[in-house]
Structures are given as C-alpha cells and as structure tokens.
C-alpha cells in the first residue's frame, strides 16, 4: 500500500531532529527502519535528499524542497482533517510563535486576550527570545523578526518599520547633564546590548558625516525592556526602539536627547512564516488577525 503521507512524515521528523537515531527514539522506530525509509524515498525519486556523515544530517536542494513541501502537505492534510471532524467549525490547535523579547512583550502579548476571543480554540505556544531561530528546527509555524531578513526560502509579510531614539529620565540628565553633542556621550553611562551582533557604537551625525560613537556603561542586557526599566530607575542613557519608549516620553518620564544628532535607524519587522500557500487554518487566521493590528502599534494608532 503506498503511503507517501507517512513516509514524508518520518523524513519531516528526521530533519527537524538533525539526525536518524533521534528521528527513531521519537517514531518509536528502529534507526535501519527510518533510514532505509528514507533511502526509499531517495530512489523513488531518483535523487538524493540527505548528505549523511558521522557528525551531521545536511539537506540538499532538492532535499530542501521536498522537506519544504512535506511540511506543507502534512499540514494541508491536519487542517483538511481537522476542519472535517469538526464539521467546518473555527480553527483550533497549536500554533507556535517566536518573537523578540520586547516586540513579543510590547506588541504580541497586549493583543492576545482579543485573538482568544475571536478565536478560543487556538493554542499559542509563545516563545520570546532575542536570538534568531530557525523556524525548521525550532518547529516554530512563524516569527516576528526585526532588522533585514536574510535570504531564506521563508516567506515574509511586513509589519513596518521603527526608529531608535536616545532617552534617559529626568533624574539622571539633572544628575549628569544633558548631552548637547554625540561627543559628550563619552561622559554618560549609556546602557546597551550583549548580543554577539550588536557592537557598543551608536551611529550619529556629525559635522555631516555619520560617526559610530564608541559607549560604555554599567550594563548590556539581552533585551530592551531591560534597558527601559533602567532608564526609568535613573541609571543611564539607553538607544531602543521607540515603540518601547512613547508612552514615556509623553508622560515626561524619559526625555529624549540628541534628536537631531541620533541616526534614525528605521529597523523593518517583518513575520516569517512556512507554507504560504498551504498553512494550517489556526496559523493563518493568526497571522490576519496579528499582522494589520501590529502595524496599527507601530504607527502609534
């Protein structure tokens, strides 16, 4: 009997666990068994998916387009399934979403009480972290990412843009002075980020050029909502994305310096998700729901 539909779910399990022995341990399958599963695969079509060695399981092309399309036919399949038993009722079952720290925090969290009320039935597992997972291995359905996107097979729909401003409270400017140039920096405790990506500069205008101003302060944080929550307890200078600082700065709580010197870094967010055309109901009624209401946070609406 063919069963493609279970092949293709056991070659999805063995490159989401990076090896056959793991893949195996999880299908409650011997290691011969899914591996000479998978070769079945490989000569059906005549090509081959996995460059296997001792140490890892690397994908080839053609191997990455069919993982790409097994992810979503299985899901094609779930959803069809899911939407019969439940005789065409609202979509329902996990979606799994990852996010950055503070646009998780400032953006996503607010509005989830209303995407559970409009739709009760789906299950979001959250994860909030500042590294940039892979969707694949992570078994993650979307992301919401800030900064460039680097070329991926993902597809991608755009949240908009932010800019970053330099703020510090009012105790802290009468305690040190306001900066009235990028070089008076150099004075400030200016609080930033520990990010393997992120060097200690902020880039400025100066004299007409853009200069990136060396800092230093007592803290580097692996997310903004750190660095906010230090500001506003009169400890330095921080440079963050403005959706993090707004309220602040209209309730006078944080006071932005330098605005003309600051280089305004429009940063894009986007979300990134699998399966454009072919997404589980649950991760496309999340991603209408969340996508126009983040670009109305964005724009201060």
Not at 61 to 75: H, T
Request: aromatic share 8%; net charge neutral; proline share 5%.
């Amino acid at each position: 009997m063919d069963n493609r539909a279970g092949e293709m779910s056991v070659f999805v399990r063995v490159v989401e666990s990076g090896s056959f022995s793991e893949a195996a341990r999880l299908l409650h399958m011997t290691p011969s068994t899914v591996s000479k599963l998978v070769a079945r695969i490989e000569a059906r079509l005549g090509v081959r998916l996995v460059e296997r060695s001792t140490r890892q399981l690397t994908l080839t092309n053609e191997g990455q387009f069919y993982y790409d399309r097994s992810v979503e036919l299985l899901g094609q399949i779930e959803d069809a399934e899911q939407q019969l038993a439940q005789g065409g009722a609202e979509p329902e079952g996990v979606v799994r979403v990852n996010s950055s720290v503070s646009f998780g925090s400032a953006g996503i969290e607010p509005l989830l009480p209303a995407f559970w009320q409009a739709y009760p039935k789906v299950i979001v597992d959250l994860t909030l972290s500042d590294d940039v997972v892979d969707l694949y291995l992570e078994r993650a359905d979307l992301a919401f990412r800030v900064g460039a996107l680097p070329d991926s097979n993902l597809m991608a729909r755009k949240i908009g843009t932010t800019r970053r401003r330099i703020v510090g409270s009012p105790v802290y400017l009468a305690q040190r002075g306001t900066p009235t140039t990028p070089a008076e920096l150099l004075d400030h405790n200016c609080l930033g980020f520990n990010f393997r990506r992120s060097n200690p500069v902020w880039p400025m205008r100066e004299s007409g050029r853009i200069v990136e101003r060396m800092v230093s302060g007592t803290l580097i944080a692996n997310n903004a909502d750190t660095l906010r929550r230090m500001a506003l307890f009169d400890v330095g200078l921080i440079r963050v994305a403005d959706y993090h600082l707004r309220d602040h700065i209209a309730r006078g709580e944080l006071i932005e310096v330098l605005p003309d010197s600051a280089l305004s870094e429009d940063d894009e967010i986007h979300a990134v998700f699998k399966g454009a055309t072919h997404m589980p109901a649950r991760t496309r009624v999340f991603l209408d729901f969340f996508v126009p209401r983040l670009q109305a946070f964005l724009q201060g609406k």
